[in-house]
């Protein structure tokens, strides 16, 4: 099933992540498996940036006017060396998201269980709130 996903962060504006659509296993039914499998899908995405930003040297102007629109120009390089471990990033997703780090929203509903089913068709709006914790002394 295809859905439109966005990633937004408080305080800003403009959204993290520009409203894009993506391909959802059908058998994504909980929470829990919505965000493994965005996880899954992000941890390809970076793979293949990885591997597509050795060949890449030069940028044309519809690739600059494509990345100004989404919010970024830039020449894809990954400075990370290593492959994150698929479950590992699971893992943190999930704990990210029962520590508060972050909220998700389908059609403007808020999801707060993990294992409760959901049914997300076709279309579908799926948003991801990042938040923002706070850094300063306490005097």
């Not at 058998?27 to 591997?51: C, F, G, H, P, S």
């Not at 699971?90 to 993990?114: H, S, T």
């Amino acid at each position: 099933m295809k859905v439109w996903i966005t990633v937004k962060s408080l305080g800003k504006r403009r959204p993290a992540l520009a409203k894009q659509i993506l391909e959802l296993p059908e058998t994504t039914r909980t929470l829990r498996l919505l965000i493994e499998n965005m996880v899954e899908l992000q941890v390809e995405a970076y793979r293949k940036r990885k591997d597509a930003a050795e060949m890449l040297v030069y940028l044309m102007p519809e690739d600059i006017d494509a990345q100004g629109a989404a919010g970024k120009v830039g020449f894809g390089a990954v400075h990370g060396e290593g492959i994150p471990d698929l479950s590992e990033a699971k893992g943190a997703a999930i704990l990210a998201y029962e520590d508060g780090l972050y909220r998700v929203f389908l059609n403007d509903k808020e999801l707060d269980q993990l294992d409760e089913p959901l049914s997300i068709e076709n279309d579908a709006n799926v948003t991801f709130i990042r938040f923002t914790m706070l850094a300063g002394r306490l005097w």
